[in-house]
């Protein structure tokens, strides 16, 4: 069974400064798909960002990029200028590319944007 | 596009009582899943619909929870009886086609408090 690792339970950062989430996956497969989802306190979960596992180069968007490490089987997602409206839940999930499966989360991270 | 709706948005149930939820994906979705996210903790598959057919529900606690999806639209998902355990967000997310590289889009969720 795949399993998703975020060992930062809570993670500060100043608004316009730069943080970066980590994010570990365990998996025998070798393609697959890679998510970070925002979780605001009105619940809504939003997709930030994804990437899939045969391509080399990290996927950006915006402000949001992500560091994606194959071999060692990381995914951290940076996120630049940050702003208020960036505090929220961050969850990282997987899912094999050549199935119909759901996705796999962790546990999530908690980001707090201080003025 | 209008998005995944659900309701209610919170419910307060007594341990043994049954309650439903509903979701409306979003119009031509054809995979509907239903995710369970206790507090502190990432989303957990309940069951995942592709059309009016049951893909996945290996994580359902069949004693006690139900779900259909007639048509292959609108889905319900059913505990009966509660237990405190059941307390948790009721996340409802459907996406195109159910393999490939495609966003799950979620629903604001059901809030159940089971006292």
């Known amino acids: 069974a795949q399993t998703v690792t975020q060992s930062q339970p809570e993670m500060s950062v100043q608004e316009a400064e730069t943080v970066t989430l980590s994010c570990t996956y365990d998996?025998?497969?070798?393609?697959?798909?890679l998510f970070w989802y925002k979780q605001p306190p009105s619940r809504q979960m939003i997709l930030v960002i994804r990437?899939?596992?045969?391509?080399?180069q990290n996927a950006t968007e915006n402000r949001f990029s992500v560091n994606f490490q194959k071999a060692a089987k990381s995914f951290s997602l940076k996120i630049s200028d940050s702003q208020l409206g960036d505090a929220a839940m961050y969850f990282c999930?997987?899912?094999?590319?050549?199935?119909?499966?759901?996705?796999?989360f962790g546990k999530g991270t908690s980001l707090l944007v201080t003025p | 596009e209008a998005g995944v709706a659900q309701s209610p948005r919170y419910k307060i149930i007594e341990k043994r009582q049954s309650v439903a939820f509903w979701c409306n994906p979003i119009?031509?979705?054809?995979?509907l899943y239903w995710y369970q996210q206790i507090l502190g903790q990432g989303p957990k598959l309940l069951i995942q619909?592709?059309?009016?057919?049951?893909?996945?529900d290996s994580q359902l606690p069949k004693d006690r929870f139900s779900a259909e999806r007639l048509k292959g639209v609108d889905s319900t998902l059913k505990i009966q009886p509660a237990k405190l355990e059941d307390s948790a967000v009721y996340l409802c997310?459907?996406?195109?086609?159910?393999?490939?590289?495609?966003?799950?889009?979620f629903g604001p969720g059901t809030r159940l408090t089971v006292t």
């Open positions: 997310a459907s996406s195109p086609l159910m393999s490939g590289f495609y966003e799950q889009y």
């Open positions: 998996t025998s497969e070798s393609d697959y798909y």
């Open positions: 990437q899939e596992a045969y391509k080399q």
């Open positions: 999930a997987y899912r094999p590319s050549n199935s119909g499966y759901a996705l796999n």
């Open positions: 119009s031509g979705h054809a995979t």
């Open positions: 619909f592709q059309n009016n057919g049951v893909v996945d």
